[in-house]
């Protein structure tokens, strides 16, 4: 990997220890490594707390300002923070700034106790010199910043300092020029009502951004959250914990350079007008990562007109859940995908989930797409020739996916050993498009399979592994057919009712034997252990004798 793993149970431990900062709200294994092998951000507990009788207090009156106490100076409507320390805020500057010129080291915080500050030449709120900055809402309080179009500043709260934001008031920024909020260095919000609009990206932190509670509103003409470091493979990262998050942006939901770690809290982005809108040139991306995204809790509900969810490298979700629809791809990685737990549900995409490497291990994934459910192809490798590198691998897990084309769709090898797969493919084209279809080897060696559509497999079935009936009818069969597979002698083995028309059907249960004869029913009605997209084992036996079958030979 390109970064240094923390052992686990130093991990752990850490976690223990300081419950406060981003790492202990990692629960998720894949999320925990990930935060592990990037910087660390750099709030502490201790900045958090301080002596109250120590705060200068600085009254707002306007055009102007004023304060007794040290480390302010103030020159007509603008204040600046000249040193380390604490400083409240209260009431407005028309056209004004607050400024922090803090060359010394030590935490500067700023309390925004009900202040309103719009600026038209720079931005009202800006740190230009500091080690450490904090910017304070305490409860009930309601804060505003806005610049104006054209200012000299990149957005309306901009820091040169690595910058922490935090209390449980509410700030509304307004970035007119360009980005709502910024900062050189990194990036953390911890708590607050936080609305954001901006020209530009929403929030951007250089370094990281990381969000561990609070509620966020940002609605961005650029990205509503973004990471843009590109100079440090540790840096560049966006952390999302516990909070809320309501994205709407023209450009992408979440944007890193490097990765998006998801461990808690809620994500709701809209981007580029939504699925229903056709892609253009420009990303519009619900959730980007440039190395890594990983999803361990939480929900993540994405509507883009470009991929829901996209890595330039890997994704691995194991835990949390994950909505998605798309205009383009639900799920993409350039790499491999993984999905080992949690829930994954594509409701609109033009492929569902894809990846050269695709693995799915365990978790309940529902994928609807109007071309491939499930792709696996590989760069330079045209697509019906056999890909070396590409392939999915079912291995447990709950999966039903409903293609436009195939179901599972592999360029290089199909391999099915556990779990529950619903595979329906096309409803309207046979022949080349399948539920099952793999220009190299298919293998089925465990777990309960269905594969459904005009043609269920594409591909050979296999002659050895786990044994399978194939069946194709006469004529299509309507949408909401209910079918039975059962042994000679009246057992039921399963039933299944299909959500779409089909022509042919493979069962692939543990409870058949090769080259033993099974008996087709259709009609009557289900019954039995519901394992998943509409597949039922056991039950009672119903319906009308359709055909007598082998196990092991024949196609659909």
Same mark, same amino acid.
């Given at each position: 990997?390109?970064?240094?793993?923390?052992?686990?149970?130093?991990?752990?431990?850490?976690?223990?220890?300081?419950?406060?900062?981003?790492?202990?709200?990692?629960?998720?294994?894949?999320?925990?490594?990930?935060?592990?092998?990037?910087?660390?951000?750099?709030d502490?507990?201790?900045?958090?707390?301080?002596?109250?009788?120590?705060?200068?207090?600085?009254?707002?009156?306007?055009?102007?300002?004023?304060?007794?106490?040290?480390?302010?100076?103030?020159?007509?409507?603008?204040?600046?923070?000249?040193?380390?320390?604490?400083?409240?805020?209260?009431?407005?500057?028309?056209?004004?700034?607050?400024?922090?010129?803090?060359?010394?080291?030590?935490?500067?915080?700023?309390?925004?106790?009900?202040?309103?500050i719009?600026?038209?030449?720079?931005?009202?709120?800006a740190?230009?010199?500091?080690?450490?900055?904090?910017?304070?809402?305490?409860?009930?309080?309601?804060?505003?910043?806005?610049?104006?179009?054209?200012?000299?500043?990149?957005?309306a709260?901009?820091?040169?300092?690595?910058?922490?934001?935090?209390?449980?008031?509410?700030?509304?920024?307004?970035?007119n020029?360009?980005?709502?909020?910024?900062?050189?260095?990194?990036?953390?919000?911890?708590?607050?009502?936080?609305?954001?609009?901006?020209?530009?990206?929403?929030?951007?932190?250089?370094?990281?951004?990381?969000?561990?509670?609070?509620?966020?509103?940002?609605?961005?003409?650029?990205?509503?959250?973004k990471?843009?470091?590109?100079?440090?493979?540790?840096?560049?990262?966006?952390? @999302?914990?516990? /909070? #809320?998050? +309501?994205? &709407? %942006? *023209?450009? =992408?939901? $979440?944007d !890193?350079?490097?990765?998006?770690?998801?461990?808690?809290?809620?994500?709701?982005?809209?981007?580029?007008?939504?699925?229903?809108t056709?892609?253009?040139?420009?990303?519009?991306?619900?959730?980007?990562?440039?190395?890594?995204?990983?999803?361990?809790?939480?929900?993540?509900n994405?509507?883009?007109?470009?991929?829901?969810?996209?890595?330039?490298a890997?994704?691995t979700?194991?835990?949390?859940?994950?909505?998605?629809a798309?205009?383009?791809?639900?799920?993409?990685a350039?790499?491999?995908?993984?999905?080992?737990?949690?829930?994954?549900?594509?409701?609109?995409?033009?492929?569902?989930?894809?990846?050269?490497?695709?693995? @799915?291990?365990? /978790? #309940?994934? +529902?994928? &609807? %797409? *109007?071309? =491939?459910? $499930?792709? !696996?192809a590989?760069?330079?490798?045209?697509?019906?020739?056999n890909?070396?590198?590409?392939?999915?691998?079912?291995t447990?897990?709950?999966?039903?996916?409903?293609?436009?084309?195939?179901?599972?769709?592999?360029?290089?090898?199909?391999?099915?050993?556990?779990?529950?797969?619903?595979?329906?493919?096309?409803?309207?084209?046979?022949?080349?498009?399948?539920?099952l279809?793999?220009?190299?080897?298919?293998?089925?060696?465990?777990?309960?399979?269905?594969?459904t559509?005009?043609?269920?497999?594409?591909?050979?079935?296999?002659?050895?592994?786990?044994?399978?009936?194939?069946?194709?009818?006469?004529?299509?069969q309507?949408?909401?057919?209910?079918?039975?597979?059962?042994? &000679?002698s009246?057992?039921?083995?399963?039933?299944?009712?299909?959500?779409?028309?089909?022509?042919?059907?493979?069962?692939?249960?543990?409870?058949?034997?090769?080259?033993?004869?099974?008996?087709?029913?259709?009609?009557?009605?289900?019954?039995?252990?519901?394992?998943?997209?509409?597949?039922?084992?056991?039950?009672?036996?119903?319906?009308?004798?359709?055909?007598?079958?082998?196990?092991?030979?024949?196609?659909?």
């Amino acid at each position: 990997m390109r970064k240094t793993l923390v052992p686990m149970a130093v991990l752990l431990a850490t976690l223990v220890a300081v419950p406060t900062t981003a790492a202990q709200a990692a629960v998720g294994p894949a999320a925990a490594q990930a935060l592990a092998a990037n910087a660390p951000d750099h709030d502490d507990p201790a900045d958090h707390t301080w002596n109250t009788a120590d705060e200068v207090a600085v009254t707002l009156t306007g055009t102007g300002a004023t304060s007794a106490g040290p480390g302010v100076t103030i020159s007509g409507s603008t204040v600046t923070v000249t040193a380390a320390g604490t400083y409240r805020f209260a009431g407005s500057l028309t056209n004004g700034r607050i400024v922090v010129n803090s060359t010394g080291t030590g935490i500067v915080r700023l309390i925004l106790n009900n202040a309103s500050i719009t600026s038209s030449t720079a931005a009202p709120l800006a740190v230009t010199a500091a080690d450490e900055v904090m910017v304070v809402l305490p409860d009930g309080t309601t804060n505003s910043l806005t610049d104006a179009a054209g200012q000299s500043q990149t957005a309306a709260l901009f820091s040169e300092a690595d910058l922490t934001l935090t209390g449980n008031g509410a700030l509304t920024v307004r970035g007119n020029a360009a980005d709502g909020i910024a900062t050189e260095d990194g990036l953390v919000i911890d708590a607050g009502a936080l609305t954001v609009t901006a020209t530009d990206d929403g929030i951007r932190g250089q370094d990281y951004v990381v969000l561990t509670g609070g509620t966020q509103r940002i609605t961005a003409g650029g990205d509503a959250i973004k990471s843009n470091d590109a100079t440090d493979t540790t840096k560049g990262y966006v952390y @999302l914990g516990a /909070g #809320t998050r +309501t994205l &709407t %942006a *023209t450009g =992408d939901g $979440v944007d !890193a350079t490097t990765d998006v770690i998801v461990a808690g809290g809620a994500l709701t982005a809209t981007t580029g007008g939504g699925s229903g809108t056709t892609p253009g040139t420009a990303s519009t991306k619900g959730v980007k990562g440039g190395v890594l995204v990983v999803v361990s809790d939480g929900s993540v509900n994405v509507n883009s007109s470009d991929d829901g969810i996209h890595s330039n490298a890997n994704i691995t979700i194991d835990g949390g859940t994950v909505t998605a629809a798309s205009g383009d791809d639900a799920v993409h990685a350039d790499t491999a995908l993984t999905v080992s737990a949690g829930t994954v549900t594509v409701t609109k995409s033009y492929e569902g989930l894809e990846a050269m490497q695709t693995t @799915l291990a365990g /978790g #309940t994934i +529902t994928v &609807t %797409a *109007t071309d =491939d459910a $499930v792709n !696996a192809a590989e760069e330079g490798v045209p697509e019906m020739q056999n890909a070396p590198n590409a392939f999915i691998r079912v291995t447990g897990g709950v999966v039903t996916v409903n293609g436009g084309t195939d179901g599972l769709d592999s360029n290089g090898v199909l391999t099915i050993s556990g779990g529950v797969v619903i595979a329906n493919g096309s409803p309207t084209r046979g022949g080349g498009e399948g539920g099952l279809d793999s220009n190299g080897a298919l293998t089925m060696t465990g777990g309960t399979i269905v594969a459904t559509g005009l043609t269920a497999s594409t591909s050979t079935l296999p002659t050895s592994g786990q044994a399978w009936v194939a069946y194709s009818f006469s004529a299509n069969q309507p949408a909401g057919t209910v079918f039975h597979l059962a042994t &000679t002698s009246g057992t039921q083995l399963a039933s299944f009712t299909s959500t779409r028309v089909l022509k042919g059907v493979i069962f692939d249960l543990p409870t058949i034997t090769r080259g033993t004869q099974y008996r087709i029913y259709t009609g009557g009605s289900v019954s039995g252990t519901a394992v998943g997209g509409g597949l039922y084992t056991g039950g009672t036996l119903s319906g009308t004798l359709i055909a007598t079958v082998t196990a092991g030979s024949g196609r659909a």
